[in-house]
Nanobody
Framework: QVQLVESGGGLVQPGGSLRLSCAASGSIVTIYGMGWFRQAPGKQRELVADITYRGATNYADSVKGRFTISRDYAKNTVYLQMDSLKPEDTAVYYC??????????????WGQGTQVTVSS
């Protein structure tokens, strides 16, 4: 079974940093892309950043210059380095992967979510 496991969330003060990790495991055939979404209380889920298998990246305007997405191909892991965190970054962050496995056609997979809270 294919799954995504996230880690790295927590409580941090404004201006602080966190690094989120998401490891994909299981009978993976192809990973077309991975990314991070977030959902703040009372708001819709939004794309934070994503990265293709070739390494092309995309960021939401609100996090450009502060967040960096990267991937370790050998470990099927995507990271989100978050610097200069602001209270408005508070949300549940979800890892997403566009993958094909031995048992499934190409589809979207989601992690369980990890809470990021930016507060004094």
């Amino acid at each position: 079974q294919v799954q995504l496991v996230e880690s790295g969330g927590g409580l941090v003060q404004p201006g602080g940093s966190l690094r989120l990790s998401c490891a994909a495991s299981g009978s993976i055939v192809t990973i077309y892309g991975m990314g991070w979404f977030r959902q703040a209380p009372g708001k819709q889920r939004e794309l934070v950043a994503d990265i293709t298998y070739r390494g092309a990246t995309n960021y939401a305007d609100s996090v450009k210059g502060r967040f960096t997405i990267s991937r370790d191909y050998a470990k099927n892991t995507v990271y989100l380095q978050m610097d200069s965190l602001k209270p408005e970054d508070t949300a549940v962050y979800y890892c997403n992967a566009d993958m094909k496995s031995l048992s499934r056609v190409r589809s979207q997979y989601w992690g369980q979510g990890t809470q990021v809270t930016v507060s004094s």
